[in-house]
């Protein structure tokens, strides 16, 4: 079965600690692995999407990597306005015509001034 | 940039009602999605759809219907609201990178 795992559920930082999120799938061929953050109220927004093991992403303070089990979301002196959900998602290669994404359940991160 | 818009942020409705949720993209996407959100539960698909009256179960859809009269209007229904159907919708539409674009999400309650 399909599956996606994120760690931890929650995370608390000081500004300036970096750290790493982590994203563990299970899917029968990958098609791509998306990264978005999540606000309290809102919608997701999009941030990355990974296609090949070893491939890696840069935004900001953000850098998100891929191999063939996980994915990895490393956050660098991260600033209190970081603090959001991350989600993950994986798309399967037999779902590529319908574009269903199988999602994590989030890692809530906290950055404290 | 992608936008996707719901029809509204906030909504109240009684048990038994029929409510409507919309969607619009502005990107001429084929792909559109609707999910609903929960703590604990995360994000969970409810139906989806690959082209104009087009349409196809997702995970849960008990008690939900949709519409998908124009490629760029993606409508969830519920047939008769109930209280376990108070939740957060997120509606969202996919592109050629199959990177899905989710709209600002509509806060509904059943009472």
């Known amino acids: 079965e399909d599956q996606v795992t994120q760690s931890p559920e929650a995370l608390r930082l000081q500004e300036g600690e970096s750290s790493s999120l982590n994203c563990s799938y299970t899917?029968?061929?990958?098609?791509?692995l998306f990264w978005y953050r999540q606000d309290p109220g809102k919608g997701p927004e999009f941030l990355f999407t990974l296609y090949s093991a070893g491939e890696e992403k840069e935004k900001e303070r953000l850098k998100a990597t891929l191999t063939k089990k996980e994915s990895f979301l490393h956050i660098t002196a991260p600033k209190p306005e970081d603090s959001a959900t991350y989600l993950c998602?994986?798309?399967?290669?037999?779902?590529?015509?319908?574009?269903?994404?199988?999602f994590g359940q989030g890692t809530t991160l906290q950055v404290k001034p | 940039d992608v936008k996707v818009t719901q029809s509204s942020r906030y909504l109240v409705k009684r048990t038994g009602e029929k409510v409507f949720l919309e969607c619009v993209q502005d990107?001429?996407?084929?792909?559109m999605f609707w999910y609903r959100q929960d703590p604990g539960l995360g994000l969970r698909l409810i139906y989806f759809?690959?082209?104009?009256?087009?349409?196809e179960k997702g995970d849960i859809p008990e008690g939900y219907s949709v519409s998908r009269e124009k490629k760029e209007r993606f409508s969830l229904i519920l047939e008769s609201a109930s209280t376990n159907q108070t939740s957060m919708y997120l509606c969202?539409?996919?592109?050629?990178?199959?990177?899905?674009?989710f709209g600002p999400g509509t806060r509904l309650t059943v009472t």
């Open positions: 998602a994986v798309q399967a290669r037999n779902s590529s015509n319908t574009g269903k994404l199988i």
């Open positions: 899917v029968s061929g990958l098609r791509g």
């Open positions: 759809s690959y082209d104009v009256k087009m349409k």
């Open positions: 969202a539409s996919r592109d050629v990178s199959y990177e899905q674009y």
């Open positions: 990107m001429d996407h084929e792909n």
